[in-house]
Nanobody
Framework: QVQLVESGGGLVQAGGSLRLSCAASQRTFGNYVMGWFRQAPGKEREFVASITWNGDSTNYAGSVKGRFTISRDYAKKTVYLRLNSLRPEDTAVYYC????????????????WGQGTQVTVSS
């Protein structure tokens, strides 16, 4: 069982930046592909980014590519999402998730989830 705890959300003006963190509880954190998803009010949860266990491959949704950066610190069992050039449409609850499958972008392909952290971008 992997427990994930997100932090770092908040209120920011358009064009601003945030860094989200996701801390994992388990030593086998390194065995999983880590992903970030987001869910805006009234919308389905959508894939944002993912990273392999060793950090050498990343994948991004087209809407965030070039603005968001995913990274992980194996020793700290933590994955990060840097959000730059934020837009009001980035407003959502952001979730961290773990999967045993590289390339997974569907929520059903992720086995463990955090509780989410709110990101609000004002115009």
């Amino acid at each position: 069982q992997v427990q994930l705890v997100e932090s770092g959300g908040g209120l920011v003006q358009a064009g601003g930046s945030l860094r989200l963190s996701c801390a994992a509880s388990q030593r086998t954190f390194g065995n999983y592909v880590m992903g970030w998803f987001r869910q805006a009010p009234g919308k389905e949860r959508e894939f944002v980014a993912s990273i392999t266990w060793n950090g050498d491959s990343t994948n991004y949704a087209g809407s965030v590519k070039g603005r968001f950066t995913i990274s992980r610190d194996y020793a700290k069992k933590t994955v990060y999402l840097r959000l730059n050039s934020l837009r009001p449409e980035d407003t959502a609850v952001y979730y961290c998730a773990a999967s045993a499958r590289w390339g997974a972008i569907a929520t059903s392909q992720y086995d463990y989830w955090g509780q989410g952290t709110q990101v609000t971008v004002s115009s």
